[in-house]
């Protein structure tokens, strides 16, 4: 037998922060809100969660429906429940973070986004909601999580150069590193194949190509492989 419990009860949302790499910036996706409250205002994807769908499949429709982007690497970040943190009432949202390749997306907004766009995550609009403080959990978790496992192959093009992979960790990281112990480090993991290709149309020297091995990283990790840099 069901039962009904009178009580309020809160509502559900999701919402997604979605990184992308765009030469030396980390962008972050951003939509413009079409509805109240905050309408006009950029905030992040996200919306409230169906009654039969999961969080996983919410957060994943939500930016489809918002953006048009379609994540491969998406994760839950935490829960955010401050009582005032949403006008239209007792509203709590399981946030995920979210990589992508930005040449493999193109955006397009619908729904109640009036439209998307990246920013570069050092200079945002402000953004509605408590969403600001969503996207410096997010932050934080990147830079904690690029140096301990290969997430931040997410944000590279399949093929790149050594010096594109340092950027990017130079990037996430806010520093710089030192080239040389770099590529020591990440060679000595034997997770990158080196390519029979270089770099094409660059005025410099054309570096070589290198691949991530998703397959051999996978068997090292139940070996009990760390990735740590």
């Known amino acids: 037998m069901s039962h009904t419990y009178e009580y309020p009860r809160p509502?559900?949302?999701?919402?997604?922060?979605?990184?992308g790499l765009d030469?030396?910036?980390?962008?972050?996706?951003?939509i413009q809100r079409g509805v109240e409250p905050f309408q006009g205002r950029w905030a992040l994807p996200g919306g409230f969660v169906r009654?039969?769908?999961?969080l996983d499949e919410a957060a994943r429709r939500e930016l489809e429906e918002e953006s048009g982007i379609r994540p491969g690497h998406?994760?839950?970040?935490?829960?955010?429940g401050e009582p005032e943190?949403?006008?239209r009432g007792r509203v709590v949202t399981v946030a995920y973070f979210a990589l992508v390749k930005l040449s493999a997306h193109t955006l397009?907004?619908?729904?109640?986004?009036?439209?998307?766009?990246?920013?570069?995550?050092?200079?945002?609009?402000k953004l509605a909601f408590?969403?600001?403080?969503?996207?410096?959990?997010a932050l934080q978790r990147l830079k904690g999580k690029v140096r301990y496992q290969p997430i931040g192959f997410e944000l590279l093009p399949p093929k790149f150069t050594l010096t594109q992979l340092q950027r990017l960790y130079e990037i996430v990281l806010e520093r710089e590193l030192d080239k040389r112990n770099f590529r020591k480090k990440i060679l000595a993991m034997d997770l990158l194949e080196e390519l029979d290709e270089v770099e094409q149309d660059v005025s410099h020297r054309a570096a070589r190509l290198y691949r991530f091995d998703h397959k051999?990283?996978?068997?090292?990790?139940?070996?009990g492989f760390n990735f740590e840099l």
């Open 108 to 125: 397009r907004a619908a729904t109640d986004a009036r439209e998307a766009a990246w920013f570069s995550v050092w200079d945002t609009p």
């Open 51 to 54: 009654m039969d769908e999961s």
């Open 23 to 30: 030469d030396d910036d980390l962008k972050v996706l951003l």
């Open 11 to 19: 509502a559900l949302t999701v919402d997604c922060v979605v990184f």
């Open 216 to 223: 051999k990283y996978r068997q090292l990790e139940k070996a």
């Open 85 to 87: 943190r949403d006008p």
């Open 130 to 137: 408590d969403h600001a403080d969503i996207l410096t959990t």
């Open 74 to 80: 998406l994760e839950q970040l935490f829960t955010f």
